[in-house]
């Protein structure tokens, strides 16, 4: 038997795989769109984070606010308290009973002047802790319904931010096996 030359042999054939563009194109298709989707799902779940990181400053915030205003609700309602007694302990005072009779008696009685001076004196400055007392009222009046927004304010907040880290859950999840 001859033996061919060497350079006669014929090659070793690897097999040429056929490709299918359209196979191809597809898969290279449903490549991008799955890659878009992780990055839409990514970005939806940075934008939830960051939704309910505000929620929960803006809650921080608004805690912090109601409590000032309660703690200044309390100051002016003691303060208010206080007022109202001062005011019925001094009007009720036996010196006070004393010195409006001075005010029955005519001016002429020169012993009397100074009691009167000091009944006129007395009598404006419980005009003014009148008006302090009312001021305080209507301040406590107004706190208080002040106080009761910012706590209306702060449950939605809650409730928002409650919601707003659920939806982290759920994109968040979306993702796990």
């Given at each position: ?5 060497a350079e ?7 097999k ?54 309660n ?18 302990a ?15 008696i ?5 012993q ?8 006129e ?57």
């Amino acid at each position: 038997m001859l033996k061919r030359p060497a350079e006669d042999q014929p090659e070793t054939s690897v097999k040429k795989q056929r490709t299918n563009n359209d196979l191809e194109s597809i898969k290279a298709q449903l490549d991008a769109l799955l890659k878009n989707a992780a990055d839409h799902h990514e970005d939806r779940r940075l934008a939830a984070v960051d939704r309910a990181f505000d929620l929960e400053e803006e809650l921080k915030t608004a805690q912090t606010t109601t409590d000032a205003t309660n703690d200044e609700l309390n100051q002016v309602s003691s303060d208010h308290n206080n007022a109202s007694q001062y005011l019925e302990a001094f009007e009720s005072s036996q010196t006070m009973k004393m010195l409006s009779k001075v005010d029955g008696i005519p001016q002429e009685n020169v012993q009397l002047t100074q009691l009167k001076d000091d009944n006129e004196k007395i009598r404006e400055t419980l005009v003014k802790l009148k008006a302090m007392a009312q001021t305080l009222k209507e301040k406590q009046s107004s706190l208080e319904e002040d106080l009761k927004q910012q706590q209306e304010n702060v449950q939605r907040l809650q409730e928002e931010h409650a919601a707003a880290e659920k939806e982290v859950e759920v994109i968040t999840e979306l993702n796990e096996n």
